[in-house]
């Protein structure tokens, strides 16, 4: 069962849905909630010339945060400028915002792309779009631009929509995987 908006801000006044900064109304729609894009990117480096880069994620020794650092720099969007999102270029970029879905409210949610952004090229995740209820943190996105031009991103722009959902029952546990609680190491 989908929430609806007036189900989401019932959820917000009571904290079984945490979200900060508060939403705005333009934020809303009859069955989601949009997200805003946070200052800080993450860009994968181009390998130079002659440079065989290959990830196994099978292997024993793999770290994924020790992979991203070392392939990729982090960098904040400027706020005069934006970002100049370049056709066939993936970014990891966050929410402004920080979720929590409390694990005995019995919601979870979908991040899912905006229509308007999508018709662009923009594809905002790639296969991972569940919240898990629990799930405390910003929302990481794996942002990829299908366009054969660039899309300038700014910060504060709506990105994303989140879809809630209820659950049939409450989880054992709230989620406590790799992601809990993550936020953006320069937030502020």
């Known amino acids: 069962m989908i929430l609806t908006d007036r189900e989401i801000q019932i959820a917000l006044e009571s904290k079984a849905i945490v979200v900060e900064p508060t939403p705005g109304e333009l934020q809303y729609?009859?069955?989601?909630?949009?997200?805003?894009?946070?200052?800080?990117?993450?860009?994968?480096?181009?390998?130079?010339?002659?440079?065989?880069?290959?990830?196994?994620?099978?292997?024993?020794?793999?770290?994924?945060?020790?992979?991203?650092?070392?392939?990729?720099?982090?960098?904040?969007?400027?706020?005069?400028?934006?970002?100049?999102?370049?056709?066939?270029?993936?970014?990891?970029?966050?929410?402004?915002?920080?979720?929590?879905?409390?694990?005995?409210?019995?919601?979870?949610?979908?991040?899912?792309?905006?229509?308007?952004?999508?018709?662009?090229?923009?594809?905002?995740?790639?296969?991972?779009?569940?919240i898990h209820a629990g799930f405390m943190g910003q929302i990481r996105l794996e942002m990829v631009n299908h366009n054969v031009i660039p899309i300038r991103l700014r910060v504060g722009m709506r990105v994303c929509q989140l879809i809630f959902e209820q659950t049939v029952g409450t989880p054992v546990q709230g989620y406590k995987g790799r992601f809990a609680g993550q936020t953006t190491a320069k937030k502020g």
């Open 29 to 130: 729609s009859s069955t989601s909630l949009d997200l805003t894009l946070d200052k800080i990117l993450t860009e994968f480096k181009r390998p130079k010339g002659g440079v065989s880069v290959c990830i196994d994620p099978s292997s024993k020794e793999y770290n994924h945060e020790d992979v991203l650092s070392e392939l990729s720099t982090e960098f904040e969007i400027s706020e005069k400028n934006g970002y100049d999102f370049q056709p066939g270029d993936m970014i990891l970029a966050w929410t402004r915002e920080y979720v929590e879905l409390t694990y005995h409210s019995r919601i979870a949610a979908r991040v899912e792309g905006k229509s308007s952004l999508a018709r662009l090229g923009i594809g905002i995740h790639l296969t991972a779009p569940t």
